[in-house]
């Protein structure tokens, strides 16, 4: 099985390019999210990943609140959020996929979490002050937490 991460491919004009494909869960309860902060870049993000080509996007949303965060989820909403657009990796354009499917713990939130709950205001301020790793934080946040 392959992650679709950084993947050797073409963009519609026929030039070369990368791909990334990942999913994950936004996580509410009482109009607050959970973030946690990634050990790689020291800031904020959802918990989520790449997607290997043979999950399914669901179900690998479902998958990474486990492996990241020890987390149980539902997903409680069967339209996932696509954030979609280019960036730059290693001086190189890349299409990334990301989709967001609404979620929410199943159980009882560990004792010893690794994440936090944040209000939209909060992310808000957090992505002024570049403490989130990637626009489509607040992207999805004001997408769910206004829906």
Do not use: C
Not at 93 to 116: C, F, M, R, S, T
Not at 133 to 139: E, F
Request: no cysteine; net charge negative; charged share 25%.
């Amino acid at each position: 099985m392959t992650d679709l991460f950084n993947l050797n491919g073409f963009n519609l004009d026929g030039e070369p390019t990368k791909f990334t494909h990942a999913t994950g869960p936004v996580i509410i309860k009482d109009n607050k999210i959970i973030l946690h902060k990634a050990p790689s870049t020291e800031k904020y993000q959802f918990i989520g990943g790449r997607l290997n080509d043979g999950v399914s996007p669901r179900q690998n949303a479902i998958n990474k609140a486990k492996q990241d965060l020890n987390l149980e989820v539902r997903i409680i909403n069967d339209t996932p959020l696509p954030i979609v657009g280019q960036i730059t990796r290693d001086g190189k354009p890349e299409q990334v996929v990301l989709l967001h499917y609404l979620a929410e713990i199943v159980g009882d939130e560990p004792e010893n979490k690794e994440y936090e709950w944040f209000t939209l205001e909060q992310i808000e301020e957090m992505t002024e002050n570049g403490e989130v790793s990637s626009p489509n934080i607040l992207i999805a946040s004001r997408y769910f937490l206004k829906n």
